[in-house]
Protein backbone atom coordinates (compact mmCIF):
# COMPACT_ATOMS: atom_id res chain seq x y z
CA UNK A 1 0.00 0.00 0.00
CA UNK A 2 1.47 3.50 -0.57
CA UNK A 3 2.40 6.11 2.23
CA UNK A 4 -0.10 8.34 2.87
CA UNK A 5 -0.28 11.60 0.84
CA UNK A 6 -0.90 15.10 2.11
CA UNK A 7 -3.21 16.80 0.28
CA UNK A 8 -3.39 19.93 2.76
CA UNK A 9 -0.91 21.66 5.03
CA UNK A 10 -0.98 20.95 8.93
CA UNK A 11 -3.59 22.08 10.56
CA UNK A 12 -3.80 24.49 14.01
CA UNK A 13 -6.39 25.51 16.14
CA UNK A 14 -6.34 28.65 14.28
CA UNK A 15 -7.63 27.30 11.15
CA UNK A 16 -10.68 26.21 12.48
CA UNK A 17 -12.60 29.29 11.53
CA UNK A 18 -14.13 30.16 15.45
CA UNK A 19 -15.39 26.39 15.93
CA UNK A 20 -13.36 26.61 19.22
CA UNK A 21 -13.20 30.48 20.94
CA UNK A 22 -10.47 31.80 21.88
CA UNK A 23 -9.71 31.23 25.49
CA UNK A 24 -9.07 34.59 26.31
CA UNK A 25 -12.77 35.95 25.32
CA UNK A 26 -14.87 34.14 27.77
CA UNK A 27 -15.85 36.58 30.38
CA UNK A 28 -13.65 36.99 33.72
CA UNK A 29 -15.85 35.07 36.37
CA UNK A 30 -15.19 33.71 39.72
CA UNK A 31 -14.40 30.09 40.38
CA UNK A 32 -14.89 28.20 43.88
CA UNK A 33 -12.97 24.70 43.69
CA UNK A 34 -14.94 22.21 45.81
CA UNK A 35 -12.15 19.33 46.79
CA UNK A 36 -8.28 19.73 46.99
CA UNK A 37 -7.01 16.50 45.16
CA UNK A 38 -4.66 16.13 41.77
CA UNK A 39 -8.05 17.02 39.57
CA UNK A 40 -8.67 20.13 41.38
CA UNK A 41 -5.21 21.22 41.09
CA UNK A 42 -4.96 20.77 37.21
CA UNK A 43 -8.12 22.50 36.77
CA UNK A 44 -7.62 25.12 38.53
CA UNK A 45 -3.86 25.68 36.64
CA UNK A 46 -5.99 26.00 33.51
CA UNK A 47 -8.08 28.78 34.88
CA UNK A 48 -5.14 30.52 36.27
CA UNK A 49 -2.92 30.12 33.17
CA UNK A 50 -4.84 30.74 30.11
CA UNK A 51 -8.41 32.36 30.68
CA UNK A 52 -8.91 35.55 32.68
CA UNK A 53 -11.19 33.89 35.34
CA UNK A 54 -9.98 33.41 38.22
CA UNK A 55 -10.32 30.78 41.47
CA UNK A 56 -11.66 32.78 44.01
CA UNK A 57 -12.27 30.29 47.08
CA UNK A 58 -11.07 26.51 47.68
CA UNK A 59 -12.60 24.36 50.11
CA UNK A 60 -11.88 21.23 51.95
CA UNK A 61 -12.41 19.56 54.86
CA UNK A 62 -9.44 20.56 56.07
CA UNK A 63 -8.58 23.84 56.42
CA UNK A 64 -4.85 23.51 56.55
CA UNK A 65 -5.43 21.51 53.21
CA UNK A 66 -7.51 23.74 51.84
CA UNK A 67 -4.15 26.60 52.27
CA UNK A 68 -2.03 24.53 51.08
CA UNK A 69 -4.16 23.91 47.94
CA UNK A 70 -5.07 27.57 47.38
CA UNK A 71 -0.86 28.68 48.11
CA UNK A 72 0.05 26.04 45.14
CA UNK A 73 -2.79 26.37 42.55
CA UNK A 74 -4.76 29.84 43.56
CA UNK A 75 -2.76 32.61 44.95
CA UNK A 76 -5.10 35.08 46.56
CA UNK A 77 -8.23 32.15 46.36
CA UNK A 78 -9.94 32.58 50.30
CA UNK A 79 -9.18 28.79 51.99
CA UNK A 80 -12.52 27.31 53.24
CA UNK A 81 -12.39 24.26 55.96
CA UNK A 82 -15.53 23.26 55.01
CA UNK A 83 -18.08 22.92 51.58
CA UNK A 84 -20.36 24.99 53.29
CA UNK A 85 -18.56 27.49 53.65
CA UNK A 86 -17.06 27.60 50.21
CA UNK A 87 -20.78 27.63 48.40
CA UNK A 88 -21.75 30.56 51.15
CA UNK A 89 -19.00 32.53 49.44
CA UNK A 90 -20.14 35.60 47.86
CA UNK A 91 -17.15 35.82 45.49
CA UNK A 92 -17.83 32.42 44.24
CA UNK A 93 -19.63 32.27 40.82
CA UNK A 94 -19.41 28.73 39.83
CA UNK A 95 -18.59 25.75 42.32
CA UNK A 96 -16.32 23.22 40.72
CA UNK A 97 -16.91 20.04 42.28
CA UNK A 98 -13.76 18.06 42.35
CA UNK A 99 -14.22 15.02 44.91
CA UNK A 100 -14.94 11.86 43.68
CA UNK A 101 -18.22 10.85 42.14
CA UNK A 102 -19.36 8.43 44.95
CA UNK A 103 -19.66 12.04 46.55
CA UNK A 104 -21.08 14.41 43.38
CA UNK A 105 -24.58 13.97 43.96
CA UNK A 106 -24.43 15.25 47.71
CA UNK A 107 -21.71 17.84 47.22
CA UNK A 108 -23.17 19.32 43.90
CA UNK A 109 -26.46 19.21 45.79
CA UNK A 110 -25.05 21.51 48.41
CA UNK A 111 -24.05 24.30 46.01
CA UNK A 112 -27.52 23.80 44.05
CA UNK A 113 -29.53 24.65 47.10
CA UNK A 114 -27.03 28.04 47.99
CA UNK A 115 -27.76 29.13 44.75
CA UNK A 116 -24.66 28.54 42.46
CA UNK A 117 -23.82 26.92 39.18
CA UNK A 118 -22.27 24.28 39.60
CA UNK A 119 -19.87 22.26 37.02
CA UNK A 120 -19.57 18.74 38.49
CA UNK A 121 -16.51 16.17 37.18
CA UNK A 122 -17.28 13.55 35.14
CA UNK A 123 -19.18 11.32 35.41
CA UNK A 124 -22.31 13.43 37.33
CA UNK A 125 -22.67 10.10 39.59
CA UNK A 126 -22.88 7.15 40.30
CA UNK A 127 -25.97 6.32 38.11
CA UNK A 128 -28.36 7.70 35.88
CA UNK A 129 -31.00 7.63 38.85
CA UNK A 130 -28.74 10.32 40.69
CA UNK A 131 -27.83 12.25 37.81
CA UNK A 132 -31.90 13.37 37.41
CA UNK A 133 -31.86 13.82 40.80
CA UNK A 134 -29.62 16.39 40.41
CA UNK A 135 -30.68 17.64 37.53
CA UNK A 136 -34.03 18.35 38.60
CA UNK A 137 -32.76 20.30 41.57
CA UNK A 138 -30.84 22.75 39.65
CA UNK A 139 -33.78 22.93 37.22
CA UNK A 140 -35.98 24.07 40.25
CA UNK A 141 -33.17 25.99 41.31
CA UNK A 142 -32.75 27.92 37.99
CA UNK A 143 -28.99 27.50 37.83
CA UNK A 144 -26.51 26.17 35.69
CA UNK A 145 -25.23 22.82 35.59
CA UNK A 146 -22.70 20.71 33.47
CA UNK A 147 -20.75 17.35 33.68
CA UNK A 148 -17.92 18.50 32.81
CA UNK A 149 -17.07 16.20 30.02
CA UNK A 150 -13.70 18.22 29.17
CA UNK A 151 -12.83 16.52 25.88
CA UNK A 152 -15.78 17.61 23.80
CA UNK A 153 -14.62 21.19 24.22
CA UNK A 154 -11.33 20.57 22.93
CA UNK A 155 -10.12 22.04 19.13
CA UNK A 156 -9.14 18.63 18.06
CA UNK A 157 -12.41 17.40 18.79
CA UNK A 158 -13.93 20.10 16.19
CA UNK A 159 -11.15 19.50 14.30
CA UNK A 160 -12.71 15.98 13.85
CA UNK A 161 -16.36 16.60 14.02
CA UNK A 162 -15.66 19.06 10.79
CA UNK A 163 -13.76 16.90 8.91
CA UNK A 164 -16.76 14.20 9.63
CA UNK A 165 -19.56 16.86 8.50
CA UNK A 166 -17.79 17.87 5.57
CA UNK A 167 -18.16 14.33 4.48
CA UNK A 168 -13.98 13.82 4.39
CA UNK A 169 -14.80 10.15 5.58
CA UNK A 170 -18.05 9.21 4.31
CA UNK A 171 -20.68 7.80 6.76
CA UNK A 172 -19.01 6.91 9.82
CA UNK A 173 -19.48 2.99 10.77
CA UNK A 174 -17.53 2.36 13.92
CA UNK A 175 -15.75 3.86 16.35
CA UNK A 176 -12.88 2.16 18.69
CA UNK A 177 -11.70 3.71 22.09
CA UNK A 178 -10.06 2.40 24.64
CA UNK A 179 -8.77 3.84 28.28
CA UNK A 180 -6.35 1.21 30.07
CA UNK A 181 -4.92 2.30 33.16
CA UNK A 182 -2.18 -0.50 34.89
CA UNK A 183 -3.39 0.31 38.64
CA UNK A 184 -1.32 -2.31 41.03
CA UNK A 185 -4.23 -4.16 43.42
CA UNK A 186 -4.80 -1.91 46.13
CA UNK A 187 -8.12 -2.85 48.09
CA UNK A 188 -7.62 0.66 49.96
CA UNK A 189 -7.25 2.63 47.24
CA UNK A 190 -10.51 4.67 45.61
CA UNK A 191 -10.37 2.67 42.45
CA UNK A 192 -10.76 -0.44 43.80
CA UNK A 193 -13.41 0.97 46.55
CA UNK A 194 -16.84 -0.51 46.16
CA UNK A 195 -17.92 2.76 48.70
CA UNK A 196 -16.35 5.00 46.49
CA UNK A 197 -17.80 3.72 43.36
CA UNK A 198 -14.59 2.58 42.36
CA UNK A 199 -13.99 0.66 38.92
CA UNK A 200 -12.54 1.23 35.57
CA UNK A 201 -15.83 1.95 34.15
CA UNK A 202 -16.81 5.07 35.96
CA UNK A 203 -13.52 6.71 36.51
CA UNK A 204 -11.87 5.32 33.13
CA UNK A 205 -14.71 4.22 30.62
CA UNK A 206 -16.55 7.01 30.89
CA UNK A 207 -14.16 8.59 28.23
CA UNK A 208 -14.45 6.16 25.51
CA UNK A 209 -18.29 5.27 26.14
CA UNK A 210 -18.64 9.30 25.64
CA UNK A 211 -16.90 9.99 22.84
CA UNK A 212 -18.97 7.33 20.43
CA UNK A 213 -21.90 8.62 21.97
CA UNK A 214 -20.72 12.19 20.89
CA UNK A 215 -20.20 10.89 17.26
CA UNK A 216 -23.15 8.51 16.86
CA UNK A 217 -25.88 9.39 19.87
CA UNK A 218 -27.64 7.24 22.19
CA UNK A 219 -26.98 3.73 21.06
CA UNK A 220 -29.95 0.86 20.38
CA UNK A 221 -27.90 -1.78 22.15
CA UNK A 222 -25.50 -2.57 24.60
CA UNK A 223 -23.46 -5.54 24.91
CA UNK A 224 -20.59 -5.65 28.41
CA UNK A 225 -18.43 -8.52 29.03
CA UNK A 226 -15.68 -8.19 31.96
CA UNK A 227 -13.78 -9.23 35.09
CA UNK A 228 -14.24 -7.76 38.59
CA UNK A 229 -11.24 -7.06 41.42
CA UNK A 230 -11.67 -8.78 44.88
CA UNK A 231 -13.40 -6.05 46.05
CA UNK A 232 -16.44 -6.41 43.82
CA UNK A 233 -15.79 -3.78 41.41
CA UNK A 234 -14.87 -3.94 37.53
CA UNK A 235 -11.35 -4.00 36.80
CA UNK A 236 -11.22 -4.93 32.89
CA UNK A 237 -14.40 -4.46 30.76
CA UNK A 238 -14.92 -4.09 27.05
CA UNK A 239 -18.54 -2.70 25.34
CA UNK A 240 -19.77 -3.21 22.19
CA UNK A 241 -22.44 -0.52 20.77
CA UNK A 242 -24.86 -0.89 18.16
CA UNK A 243 -27.06 1.60 16.57
CA UNK A 244 -29.62 1.19 13.66
CA UNK A 245 -27.88 1.10 10.01
CA UNK A 246 -25.46 -1.46 11.51
CA UNK A 247 -23.00 0.88 12.89
CA UNK A 248 -21.12 0.50 15.92
CA UNK A 249 -18.92 1.29 18.71
CA UNK A 250 -15.41 -0.83 20.29
CA UNK A 251 -14.64 0.09 23.07
CA UNK A 252 -12.39 -1.35 26.02
CA UNK A 253 -11.82 0.21 29.60
CA UNK A 254 -9.24 -1.47 32.23
CA UNK A 255 -7.42 -0.78 35.69
CA UNK A 256 -5.42 -3.72 35.39
CA UNK A 257 -3.75 -2.95 31.37
CA UNK A 258 -1.70 -0.05 30.01
CA UNK A 259 -2.80 1.19 26.67
CA UNK A 260 -2.02 3.98 24.30
CA UNK A 261 -5.29 5.64 24.73
CA UNK A 262 -6.18 5.81 21.73
CA UNK A 263 -9.35 6.13 19.22
CA UNK A 264 -10.35 5.45 15.54
CA UNK A 265 -13.46 6.61 13.72
CA UNK A 266 -13.67 4.41 10.58
CA UNK A 267 -16.00 5.63 7.59
CA UNK A 268 -16.97 4.41 4.42
CA UNK A 269 -14.76 6.37 2.56
CA UNK A 270 -11.48 6.78 4.96
CA UNK A 271 -11.03 7.28 8.70
CA UNK A 272 -9.62 9.57 11.64
CA UNK A 273 -6.90 8.91 13.97
CA UNK A 274 -5.96 10.07 17.00
CA UNK A 275 -3.23 7.72 18.10
CA UNK A 276 -2.72 8.93 21.19
CA UNK A 277 -4.64 10.20 24.79
CA UNK A 278 -8.04 11.18 22.61
CA UNK A 279 -9.47 12.40 25.33
CA UNK A 280 -6.62 15.19 26.10
CA UNK A 281 -5.44 17.95 23.72
CA UNK A 282 -4.06 15.57 21.28
CA UNK A 283 -3.30 15.73 17.24
CA UNK A 284 -4.94 13.51 15.14
CA UNK A 285 -4.59 11.97 10.52
CA UNK A 286 -7.40 11.94 8.65
CA UNK A 287 -7.18 9.69 5.87
CA UNK A 288 -9.56 9.33 2.83
CA UNK A 289 -9.97 6.08 1.25
CA UNK A 290 -7.31 7.69 -2.11
CA UNK A 291 -4.51 7.59 0.71
CA UNK A 292 -4.26 11.21 0.87
CA UNK A 293 -3.86 12.66 4.43
CA UNK A 294 -3.62 15.54 6.44
CA UNK A 295 -2.84 15.92 10.28
CA UNK A 296 -4.42 18.76 12.77
CA UNK A 297 -2.26 19.55 15.53
CA UNK A 298 -3.47 20.57 18.69
CA UNK A 299 -2.04 23.21 20.87
CA UNK A 300 -0.91 22.04 24.23
CA UNK A 301 -1.48 23.39 27.99
CA UNK A 302 -4.14 22.18 30.33
CA UNK A 303 -7.06 21.40 28.90
CA UNK A 304 -9.76 21.64 31.27
CA UNK A 305 -9.50 25.67 31.06
CA UNK A 306 -12.07 24.94 27.66
CA UNK A 307 -14.49 24.03 29.46
CA UNK A 308 -14.21 26.16 32.02
CA UNK A 309 -14.18 29.09 29.51
CA UNK A 310 -17.52 27.34 28.11
CA UNK A 311 -18.93 27.42 31.33
CA UNK A 312 -17.96 31.21 31.79
CA UNK A 313 -19.74 32.45 28.57
CA UNK A 314 -22.48 30.10 29.44
CA UNK A 315 -23.41 31.25 32.57
CA UNK A 316 -22.93 35.06 31.65
CA UNK A 317 -25.43 34.69 29.15
CA UNK A 318 -28.21 33.51 31.20
CA UNK A 319 -28.13 29.92 30.22
CA UNK A 320 -28.94 27.03 32.24
CA UNK A 321 -26.88 23.72 30.45
CA UNK A 322 -24.83 23.86 27.42
CA UNK A 323 -25.73 23.02 24.03
CA UNK A 324 -22.43 21.25 23.18
CA UNK A 325 -22.88 18.93 26.72
CA UNK A 326 -26.72 18.78 27.45
CA UNK A 327 -28.10 17.36 30.47
CA UNK A 328 -29.77 14.96 28.04
CA UNK A 329 -25.99 14.33 26.58
CA UNK A 330 -24.88 13.13 30.00
CA UNK A 331 -28.20 11.32 31.24
CA UNK A 332 -27.42 8.96 27.70
CA UNK A 333 -23.61 8.06 28.55
CA UNK A 334 -25.13 7.37 32.37
CA UNK A 335 -27.54 4.83 31.17
CA UNK A 336 -24.97 3.42 28.66
CA UNK A 337 -22.25 3.09 31.86
CA UNK A 338 -25.26 1.45 33.92
CA UNK A 339 -26.15 -1.15 31.43
CA UNK A 340 -22.33 -2.02 30.98
CA UNK A 341 -22.11 -2.77 34.81
CA UNK A 342 -25.36 -4.33 34.98
CA UNK A 343 -23.91 -6.26 32.71
CA UNK A 344 -20.22 -6.95 34.33
CA UNK A 345 -22.76 -7.31 37.78
CA UNK A 346 -21.15 -4.15 39.46
CA UNK A 347 -23.32 -2.62 42.65
CA UNK A 348 -22.53 -0.33 44.51
CA UNK A 349 -23.75 -0.42 48.43
CA UNK A 350 -26.87 1.47 49.01
CA UNK A 351 -28.21 0.89 45.00
Keep these: MPEPRSFAPRLTAADLDGAVPDLLDAPAIGWGVLGAGSIAASFSDGVRERTRARVSAVGSRSAAKAQEFAAAHAPGARAHGSYEDLVADSD ?8 PHSHHLEHALLAVRAGKHVLVEKPLTRSAAESRVLLDAAREAGVFLMEAMWTRFLPHVAALRGAIARGEI ?4 TVEAEFDVFFRYDPAHRLFAPELAGGALLDLGVYPVAFAHDLLGAPSSVTARGTRAATGVD ?3 AIVLEW ?3 RHAVLHTSSRAAGPHAATIIGTRGRIEVPREFFTPADIVVTREDGTSWTFTSPRGEGKAYEAAEVA ?3 TAGATASPRHSWQDTLEVM ?3 DEARRQVGVVYPGE
Design 92 to 99: VDVVYIAT
Design 170 to 173: GEVV
Design 235 to 237: DHV
Design 244 to 246: DGG
Design 313 to 315: RLV
Design 335 to 337: AIL
